[in-house]
């Protein structure tokens, strides 16, 4: 027999909750101890409680459930949150996971996947949406590609590109520099990275509206 695991549930929509308490109450492992609907309750209810894990909503109306996590850190640091809500933007998903949460559900997911979200996150693993977690990757390789091309070019990378804006194909660069043709072709991938283009049009275009000023000064002989 699995050992129990007591839930506490801070959501402030009281049919929600009423109704997934009725559902987590029907599974024998799981022991709902409290229902909250705002963070003074909550923070009341876990210092008279044993609390193995919060299902907590990001918004709680004028509060942000996140703000418990303090408390937690501070008087109940073995408790395990899952944030358990409607939809979050990319930039409260890193911040949610930046403060310890044990994983992130959104409630359009079907209750056997909140079932295993909860098995999961109560055996001390991690369960992060997918869709959330592709849209917060996205956003952050978005933020390295413009990140990246604000760093300078390197002297070879500036070599690389002057011969695109010459006109001149691989071998033709790879000739003058004196280098390999796949040096060239390496050199280039660095430079669609920088630019977070494909295709060398597209760099073309990018170099010389936006890096006339340093991509684009003449080289040094």
């Known amino acids: 027999m699995k050992a129990e695991t007591r839930l506490l549930m801070v ?23 409290g229902q909250c609907a705002t963070l003074p309750e909550a923070v009341r209810t876990l ?17 942000a459930g996140i703000d418990l996590l303090g408390d937690l850190r501070e008087h109940h640091s073995g408790i395990k949150v899952l944030i358990v809500t409607a939809g979050l ?10 403060s310890g ?3 992130i559900f959104l409630k359009h997911g079907s209750s056997d ?3 295993r979200a909860i098995r999961q996150v109560a055996a001390g693993e991690s369960w992060i949406d ?15 590609q413009i990140a990246e091309s604000s760093i300078p070019l390197t002297a070879r990378q500036s070599d690389v590109l002057h011969g695109i804006l010459d006109g001149l194909a691989n071998k033709e660069i790879a000739w003058k520099l004196n280098t390999s ?9 660095e430079l669609f990275r920088k630019a977070g283009v494909r295709t060398r049009s597209q760099l073309v275009r990018i170099a010389i509206e936006r890096h006339s000023a340093d991509w684009l000064r003449p080289t040094e002989n």
Do not use: C, M, N
Not at 47 to 63: C, I, N
Not at 181 to 189: F, H, R
């Open 11 to 33: 959501d402030d929509h009281s049919l929600f909750r009423e109704s997934l308490g009725r559902l987590l109450e029907s599974i024998p492992e799981f022991h709902v101890v």
């Open 47 to 63: 210092a008279r409680t044993h609390v193995d894990l919060v299902l907590l909503d990001y918004d709680l109306g004028p509060e």
């Open 89 to 98: 933007s990319d930039e409260l998903t890193a911040r949610a996971l930046e």
């Open 101 to 103: 949460v044990a994983g």
């Open 113 to 115: 996947q909140l079932i």
């Open 130 to 144: 997918q869709a959330a977690l592709r849209s917060l990757l996205a956003t952050r390789q978005a933020r390295t």
């Open 181 to 189: 043709e796949s040096s060239v072709k390496a050199v280039i991938q």
